[in-house]
T-cell receptor, first 113, second 112 residues
Framework: AQTVTQSQPEMSVQEAETVTLSCTYD???????LFWYKQPPSRQMILVIRQEAYKQQNATENRFSVNFQKAAKSFSLKISDSQLGDAAMYFC??????????FGGGTRLMVKP | DAMVIQNPRYQVTQFGKPVTLSCSQT?????MYWYQQKSSQAPKLLFHYYDKDFNNEADTPDNFQSRRPNTSFCFLDIRSPGLGDAAMYLCATSRELAETQYFGPGTRLLVL
């Protein structure tokens, strides 16, 4: 079975600085998808960024970018120019084609003004 | 805007009293999912529908049932809620199984 590990239960960052959230996964598949979801307090979970394993280029969405290392099975999220609104639980997730999402345990990000 | 809607946002029920949570979507997606999320934990998939086909996760308790009367609506029925069923319940949809899931705001269930 696939597993997703987020080794940092909590992280904090100063406003306007950069922070990196770690995620590793275990799979025997060669084709799969990786996601970062953001869940602000008492608000709904939204997709931050998505990466297809067959694409070597790292996905980027505005201030959010990933460092995808397929051989190392690592998928970290970098948030640049952190804002107060970035404070949330961040979940890394994995999905093989035609299978269900497997979530990591989450990382709580705090942003200090 | 196309979206996933969950009602109610907060639900209080009594121990053992059946309760139904509702999810609707305007995305016209084929797949609808129900997740249970306990405090500071990852969401746990309970079951999903692909169109009218129901797929139960192996470890979902029998106490949890679901109905999907049409494409737009999906219901989660908890037949006899226990204190351990207090949680956030998330509905999600995707166009196909292989595609990105979009989540609703969740219903927080409190069992007294």
């Amino acid at each position: 079975a696939q597993t997703v590990t987020q080794s940092q239960p909590e992280m904090s960052v100063q406003e306007a600085e950069t922070v990196t959230l770690s995620c590793t996964y275990d799979t025997s598949e060669s084709d799969y998808y990786l996601f970062w979801y953001k869940q602000p307090p008492s608000r709904q979970m939204i997709l931050v960024i998505r990466q297809e394993a067959y694409k070597q280029q790292n996905a980027t969405e505005n201030r959010f970018s990933v460092n995808f290392q397929k051989a190392a099975k690592s998928f970290s999220l970098k948030i640049s120019d952190s804002q107060l609104g970035d404070a949330a639980m961040y979940f890394c997730a994995y999905r093989a084609p035609w299978d269900m999402l497997t979530f990591g345990g989450g990382t709580r990000l705090m942003v200090k003004p | 805007d196309a979206m996933v809607i969950q009602n109610p946002r907060y639900q209080v029920t009594q121990f053992g009293k059946p309760v139904t949570l509702s999810c609707s979507q305007t995305l016209n997606h084929n797949v609808m999912y129900w997740y249970q999320q306990k405090s500071s934990q990852a969401p746990k998939l309970l079951f999903h529908y692909y169109d009218k086909d129901f797929n139960n996760e192996a470890d979902t308790p029998d106490n949890f049932q679901s109905r999907r009367p049409n494409t737009s609506f999906c219901f989660l029925d908890i037949r006899s809620p226990g204190l351990g069923d207090a949680a956030m319940y998330l509905c999600a949809t995707s166009r196909e199984l292989a595609e990105t899931q979009y989540f609703g705001p969740g219903t927080r269930l409190l069992v007294l």
